[in-house]
């Protein structure tokens, strides 16, 4: 919504300048975006006749003119416009007048004639209209010698407001702002002159009746018919009132509705009368189908939930939003019918915004025009054509009421004491009602400390107690209320194990050299085909979005890991193929039925170039389930074939907790995978869920004091086939050795030479310690078990 | 002087100059040998008091000894000093140019919006709030419907909201948590929660718009909560994040789930007031919406609009981090740029 100043203040005052009223109106929840000055810099444009009009010499286009500017005198400028003619009154902008943008005029010679400043088209003055028509030709209420800056508003500032549906409804209208500006002075509204109604006796009218056949969505129907328009066009200072709250001057007719829906907020739709036919006005709903020819030429193809205007054979209009080309208003349109009406505010919406076609009027019938301005406005439309277009007549063709027009606005109560326990401040019933009365509410006691308020009709949105609450608090001034912290009892206790569990895990991935991402849960089919996932793999199983914008947002995520590896494609590609991100984050399970997804938080790590790979990547999810209490419990399994197909087959494995709990995997990425990711080297991966790792996490660590007796080191190693996995070693060496062996190393796995083909030597470092000092035949027994257990159980050969 | 006699003056000054003459450890080492040794020449002198006539020994012995205690004395001040001579040599030997870059670990850095999630959580937490939590798959009821956003109003259009089932869509902000935190603690009080997370719009991305952002909502209900203590609350939080200084001013706004609500601005963090690029000139930048929970909330969550009231707060994590950090552009967070990530 714009508002032009001079406009605003024709019907309230302001003691300020525009920027304190913007200020003013935001802080009552107005907002005011932008303060513009579409004509800022003009100063000392007055009109001018042209007495003479004279060739110069030499040049074929250029002319002196000899003006006239009453009691500013007389003068001679040089112009190339194409339409001087002597006697018309023309903008003159003498030297020391500056145009709009600040150019100022100075005398100047042309071929050798003086130009005292110069005489301006339109567009030179800020008015709308081209420069190519040539001079502007003032009409005839304007003489020569008056200032133009004031009598055209030129210099006006324009309030750009930026309203919230609330306000809205009561808003979109010079009225209503001004309803704001005098709640806030207290200062007197001066309205528009009321209308006198159509009077004019008109026999031979086409229209005969209005006729709703739509009633829960058209509440009223005001037809006027208006016969001999005169030919005007709307005063140069309405034009400009036009074009500076956003809308283009037309003609008499179209600018008389627009002018009066800004005036007051409802929206006008003026048809040709020769093009309506069959007698009859009205709104019906569409026929699922039918097409329209809206004044913007576009087809419109309408459902049977919009609302049309029609006449006795066809559409003439999308009712509320635009109207048809069929029957639109020309220049030489003399016979008119005028249309104001009252329409549901969520069928205006709803078809505005499933045409994609938000207009001035269908932003206006969407929020609730004012029930009482119907009426009011059309007889004002009518009054103004034929003032401005230079005569006519109107008479009413019908006034149509519903059960869907507004009845009488709502008595609401208003109790004193709800006031001050929600605004916090001590005010009586009485202030309140000063307030609400201030805003156009009619107030009466009701009791000790309670309000009966009359709504006005204009507040459509108040219904409720708590919508006078509002009312009173934003009168009050929300800046006026005091800071004050809340007292009462905290917060129930709150403990979520498996965020603890990501930000732990977190913590370790950035000490071992991992970033954190945040990549999208969105993804594109695609993602699947990069992962290697056959059809029907349980992993394509995802949430699907039905309305998505792009190729991108088909799909909600399973895992975590192709994100980052997208992640560390982006950043190979921008030369940082070293990178190891981190996530933690939400992936979608659907639920198979009715119920939501289920929504479990994994942790994922990828790493990509030097030195990424299983055992990597591994080491840190053995940090990171230690760090959470799964101490010696997890264990490593072997992927079945095409269980995890995005990863290499011989370097991956399922993380298994106690009980057999799949907590996650961990792996290099499959070259193909890596290679669809744009990683060109080596790529690993690892991805967890943290609610059975943070549901199998023990109530807390407990310390545990060291033994001070001395440890004993004996090395071992021995020769085994390459397919024995070390942590069936470690197991078998574990079980043999007892409580006395308290640690296993492993530091050497040597193939080739000297071991034989298919076959592996592992060495490791045994530690044996008690709570006392062990003698060397207790270490002897022990360590000889372990060799014996792995020769015997495993086939070992012992090199040491 | 008696031939027998020893010249035990003439022997320490000869070890002195010795010892002074020896310039190594090992030279300090062979004099002490030398001298002090088992056949040293004090220890052969001292054998010759043996021969001094029986009233001179014990003077001669104690002289001997005396003179034994103090080239001993020598030695070992000689030798701390050459040792310390060594030390100080070696050091200046290791000097390094100490403007070498330092050798740097490996160390990931944490995402930009979870450090800002982090503060604001901790900040919300010291004013006893605890955090609350929502799935972001959401029922339109919980998204709309429950917050008084009824069927057919503007922002339930479907052309802003990601769809996954019929009822079922991508919540388009955090407030359904409001609901969910309501409707578990009902009938008890307090309710104090704030809810991080996730939220989707149907959008376009680009520099200043993202189908995926971050809010952070919180929600007070107890008996007489106003909007004072909206206000108060609110702006401790504000002095909290940007400063003791910072200064915060609610304007009127609109939300179907709040009334009366508001906008809140703070004092702008890059100028203090006095206006700015940042902030457009005005001195104030908005940061967040607000309103007192509209007595359908409340019915809602459980609870009767008669007996409690409260206030809930909104906003943008991303908008937090942006201001914070100066980004300007949306898309970095999604991004996972390391020439991004490694700078916070
Ligand atoms: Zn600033």
Known sequence: MRVPLAWLLEMVDWPGDAASLAEALTGRGVAVEAVERPGAGVVGIVAARITAVEPIAGSDHLKRCRLDAGPRGRAEVVSGAPNLAAGMVVPWAPPGASLPGGRRLEAQEFRGARSEGMACSADEIGLPGEHADGLLALPADIGPGDDLVAALELDDPVLVLELTPNYAAHCQSILGVAREVAALTGGALRLPPEPSPPNADLDATHVASVRISAPELCGRFVALQLAGVGTGPAPLRVQRRLAASGVRPRNA?????????????????????????????????????????????????LRADDLVIADGERAVGVAGVMGGENTEVHDDTREVLLEAAYFAPLGIARTARRLGLSTAASARFARGVDPARVRWAADRCAELIARWGGG???????????????????????????????????????????????????????????????????????????????????????????????????????????????????????????????????????????????????????????????????????????????????????????????????????????????????????????????????????????????????????????????????????????????????????????????????????????????AGRPAGVRFAPWLRSPAVRRDLAIVLPEDVPAGEVAVVMRAAGGELLRDVRLFDVYMGEGIGAGRRSLAYTLVYQADRTLTDAEVDAAHDGVRRALAERLGAQLRS | MDPLAIDWAALKDQAESELQAASSLQGVEEARVRWLGRSGRIALALRDVGRLPAAERPAAGAQGNEVRAEVEALVSERLSRLEAEALHARLAAETIDITLPGQRPQVGHAHPLHQVWRDLVRIFGELGFAVADGPEVETDWLNFGALNIPEGHPTRDAQDSFYVADGQLLRTQTSPVQIRAMQALAPALPVRVVAPGRVYRRDTTDATHSAVFHQIEGLLVDRGIAMSHMKGVIAEFARRLYGPETKIRVRPSYFPFTEPSGEVDVTCVFCHGAGC?????????????????????????????????????????DRVAQLRYGIDDLRHFLQNDLRFLEQF
């Not at chain 1, 998505?548 to 088909?554: G, L």
């Open chain 1, 253 to 301: 007719i179209v600018d008389a509705t627009n002018y009066v829906m800004l005036e007051v907020g409802q929206p006008l739709h003026a048809y040709d009368l020769r093009d309506l036919r069959g007698g009859v006005i009205g709104a019906r709903r569409a026929a699922a189908g039918e097409v329209i020819v809206t004044l913007d030429g576009q087809r419109r193809t």
């Open chain 1, 392 to 694: 006519g007549v109107s008479a009413e063709a019908g006034d149509a009421v519903t059960d869907s027009f507004p009845a009488a606005p709502p008595v609401v109560r208003l109790r004193g004491a709800h006031v001050r326990s929600l605004i916090g401040v001590k005010l009586t019933a009485a202030e309140c009602g000063s307030y609400l009365t201030g805003l156009g509410f009619r107030v009466s006691a009701d009791g000790v400390d309670r309000l009966r308020v009359l709504v006005p009709s204009w507040r459509g949105d108040v219904a409720e107690e708590i919508d006078l609450v509002e009312e009173v608090a934003r009168a009050y001034g929300y800046d006026r209320i005091p800071e004050v912290l809340p007292g009462g009892a905290p917060g129930a206790p709150y403990r979520d194990p498996v965020a603890e569990a990501g930000e732990a895990a977190g913590a370790i991935a950035r000490a071992a050299g991992y970033s954190e991402a945040v990549t999208s849960p969105l993804h594109a089919v695609g993602e699947w085909g990069r992962l290697r996932l056959p059809a029907g793999h349980d992993l394509r199983r995802a949430v699907q979005i039905q309305n998505p914008m792009t190729e991108d947002q088909r799909a909600l995520r399973r895992m975590l890991v192709p994100g980052l590896l997208d992640a560390l494609g982006y950043n190979a590609r921008h030369r940082r193929v070293d990178a190891a991100l981190y996530e933690v984050g939400r992936v979608f399970q659907p639920s198979g039925g009715e119920a939501l997804p289920d929504e479990p938080r994994h942790f994922a790590l990828a790493a990509a170039g030097t030195g990424a790979g299983y055992l990597a990547v591994k080491g840190v999810v053995e940090e990171v389930l230690e760090r959470l209490g799964w101490v010696g419990e997890v264990g490593w399994e072997r992927p079945a074939a095409g269980e995890l197909p995005f990863l290499h087959p011989g370097r991956s494995a399922w993380v298994v907790g106690a009980g057999g709990t799949r907590l996650g995997w961990i792996g290099e990425v499959h070259p193909e995978t890596a290679a669809a990711y744009g990683l060109v080297g080596a790529a690993a991966a690892a991805e967890v869920d943290l609610g059975p790792v943070a």
């Open chain 2, 277 to 317: 690029r940042i902030c457009k000139g005005t001195g104030w930048i908005e940061i967040m919406g607000c309103g007192m929970v509209h007595p359908v909330v409340l019915k809602n969550g459980g609870y009767d609009p008669e007996e409690v009231s409260g206030f809930a707060w909104g906003m943008g994590i």
